[in-house]
C-alpha cells in the first residue's frame, strides 16, 4: 500500500492524532490536505503529551516527512508557534516538514471578520473556533485570497493585502471593530516569510516524487465527516471537505491513486460547537463520558457534548469515505457501564428511517432508536491483544463492524501511543 488515509466518521476528536501517529510507523510521509490550525490532534508518549494543529501528527517520528499541502489554510502564526512549542519539547525539525507555496493564508482579519460573524448570529451561532477558517476559505474561493507563494513577491503582496484590507475593515467597522493596518500587517507577514522559507515548497511535485520512488504517503484527515462542507451537517460543518473528497484537490493527489482508507470512529459520539446531535446525552451519562473521556476541545478549551454512539451517522460516513477499515478509539472510556447504547435508525415523522438527513432541520426531529448491549465492567486499558478482551467488549465492535460492514483494524484503549491492539 502506497497510499493510506485517516479520516474521521463523526464530527471530529475521534482519536485521528494517535492512529495517524500509530500509522506513521509505517509511512514515509504524513500530509494534512484541508482545514487549518481549527484541528487539534493529540499524540501522548508516556507522560508527555503533543497537540499538533497544523503541523501533521507524524512529526514525532524523526524520519518521517511532514508536508501541509496546498489545501490546508495556512496561519503561519499559529504555526510557528507550535514549532516552538515542538523544538522546546526536543523534537528535532529538520528537513522533514514542507509548507505548500499554493496553501491560502491567514491574516488577522479572517479572525476578526469570524468573530464578527458569529456575534451577529448570536443564538444561531456556528459555534467555530474563531480561527479565521472559514472567512480565509471564502476568500480562496472569492479568489482574494493570498497564499504562501505571494510573501516571496513583497509589491504584489502588499497591493493585494491593500485591496483585501479596503474591503474588510468596511466589515471590521461596521461589526464594532478597529480596522487593521495594511502596513503592520505588510511588515509582520514578511517577517514570517524570513523564517517559514525554508519549509516552503512546491508539495504536489514532492509527493508525485515520493510516489515514483515508492514511498509511502499516509493522508491526514482533519476535523470529520459530519463537519464536511459538502456532506456534513450545512451550516454546522467547517469550511473543507474533511472527509476523503477532499484529498485529490488538497494535496494535488488523483483519488485513482488511494489504496487505502481507515475510518476513525470514537466508541461514543462527541461533537462541540452548535448543530444538531441526536443521540447527545444532556444528563449525568454524558457528564460522566465528558469526565472520563477527558472531552474538552483540543484546540479551543470547550467542553465537547457527549452522547451515544451514532451508527445511523456512521455508517453514512463510512459509505461517503468508501473506508476499508475502522480504527475504533476510546473503547475505554466505557469500561465502568453496565449497558451501552448505540443508535441503529431514527424515528423521523412517525417513520422508521435509516438515511442520515440533508437537512439539519430533519435531523433536529430525529429521534434514535437505540439497541442496548451488555457492557464488559472491567479495566480494559491494558490490554495489548485483541482477544484478551472480554466476551461483552468483542460483541460491541462486532455489532459495530457487521452495521457498517466493514472490519475493524485497529481499537484504541488508551490515549498512550502503546495502548492499542490490533485485530487480526
Ligand atoms: P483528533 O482531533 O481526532 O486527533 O482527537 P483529539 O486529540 O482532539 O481528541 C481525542 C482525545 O482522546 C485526546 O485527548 C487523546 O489523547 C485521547 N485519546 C485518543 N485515543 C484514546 C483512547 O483510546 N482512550 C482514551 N481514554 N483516550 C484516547
Ligand atoms: P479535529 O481535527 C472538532 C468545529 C467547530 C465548529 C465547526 C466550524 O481536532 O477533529 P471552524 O472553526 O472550523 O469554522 O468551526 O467545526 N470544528 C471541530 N470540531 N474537531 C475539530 O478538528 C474541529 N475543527 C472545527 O467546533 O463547530
Ligand atoms: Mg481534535
Known amino acids: 500500500m502506497s497510499i493510506t488515509c485517516v479520516i474521521g466518521l463523526q464530527w471530529g476528536d475521534e482519536g485521528k492524532g494517535k492512529i495517524v501517529d500509530l500509522l506513521s510507523r509505517d509511512s514515509d510521509y504524513v500530509v494534512r490536505y484541508q482545514g ?52 522546546k519539547k526536543g523534537i528535532r525539525i529538520k528537513k522533514n516538514l514542507y509548507i505548500s507555496d499554493r496553501a491560502h493564508l491567514v491574516f488577522p482579519y479572517h479572525k476578526a471578520i469570524d468573530g464578527i460573524r458569529e456575534s451577529r448570529l448570536g443564538k444561531k451561532k456556528i459555534g467555530t473556533t474563531g480561527l ?23 509589491a504584489l503582496f502588499k497591493e493585494r493585502l491593500q485591496v483585501n484590507l479596503s474591503e474588510k475593515n468596511v466589515v ?10 495594511t502596513q503592520d500587517i505588510y511588515q509582520q507577514y514578511l517577517h514570517y516569510a524570513r523564517q517559514i522559507k525554508p519549509y516552503v515548497t ?66 461514543y459520539a462527541t461533537r462541540v460547537g452548535e448543530g444538531p446531535f441526536p443521540t447527545e446525552l444532556n444528563d449525568a451519562l454524558g457528564e460522566n463520558l465528558r469526565r472520563i473521556g477527558g472531552e474538552y476541545g483540543a484546540t479551543t478549551g470547550r467542553p465537547r457534548r457527549c452522547g451515544w454512539l451514532d451508527l ?26 453496565k449497558k451501552i447504547k448505540v ?16 437537512a439539519v432541520e430533519a435531523l ?17 486499558s491494558g490490554i495489548n491483544r ?22 475493524i483494524g485497529i481499537v484504541s484503549v488508551g490515549a498512550e501511543r502503546k495502548r492499542f491492539l490490533i485485530k487480526r
Not at 172 to 181: E, F, N, R, T, V
Open 364 to 380: 433536529a426531529r430525529c429521534r434514535p432508536v437505540y439497541r442496548e448491549l451488555p457492557g464488559w465492567q472491567a479495566d480494559i
Open 132 to 154: 479565521g477558517i472559514g472567512p480565509c476559505y471564502s476568500d480562496k474561493f472569492a479568489r482574494t485570497g493570498i497564499r504562501v507563494i505571494d510573501l516571496f513577491n513583497p
Open 312 to 337: 445511523v451517522a456512521a455508517k453514512y460516513s463510512a459509505q461517503l469515505n468508501d473506508i476499508d477499515s475502522i480504527a475504533i478509539t476510546k473503547l475505554d472510556v466505557l469500561s465502568h457501564l
Open 36 to 87: 487549518g490550525s481549527n484541528a487539534g490532534h493529540t499524540v501522548v508518549l508516556g507522560k508527555e503529551k503533543f497537540v499538533l494543529h497544523i503541523i501533521p501528527s507524524g512529526i514525532l517520528h524523526p524520519g518521517v516527512k511532514c508536508v501541509i499541502a496546498n489545501g490546508v489554510v495556512f496561519d503561519p502564526r499559529q504555526f510557528l508557534g507550535e514549532l516552538d512549542g515542538l523544538k
Open 202 to 267: 512546491d508539495t504536489r511535485l514532492m509527493l508525485e516524487d515520493a510516489l515514483r520512488r515508492k514511498k509511502r504517503i499516509l493522508l491526514e484527515g482533519a476535523q470529520g465527516s459530519l463537519l464536511d462542507i459538502d456532506f456534513g451537517t450545512y451550516p454546522f460543518v467547517t469550511s473543507s471537505n474533511a472527509d476523503a473528497c477532499g484529498i485529490s484537490s488538497g494535496a494535488g493527489i488523483s483519488a485513482r491513486k488511494i489504496d487505502k482508507i481507515t475510518g476513525v470512529l470514537k466508541a
Open 386 to 407: 485483541y482477544n484478551d478482551l472480554s466476551v461483552a467488549a468483542r460483541k460491541y465492535l462486532d455489532f459495530i463492524s457487521q452495521h457498517l460492514g466493514v472490519p
Open 172 to 181: 471590521i467597522s461596521a461589526g464594532g471593530g478597529k480596522p487593521l493596518s
Open 343 to 358: 443508535a441503529v435508525a431514527y424515528k423521523y415523522n412517525g417513520k422508521t428511517i435509516h438515511e442520515f438527513p440533508a
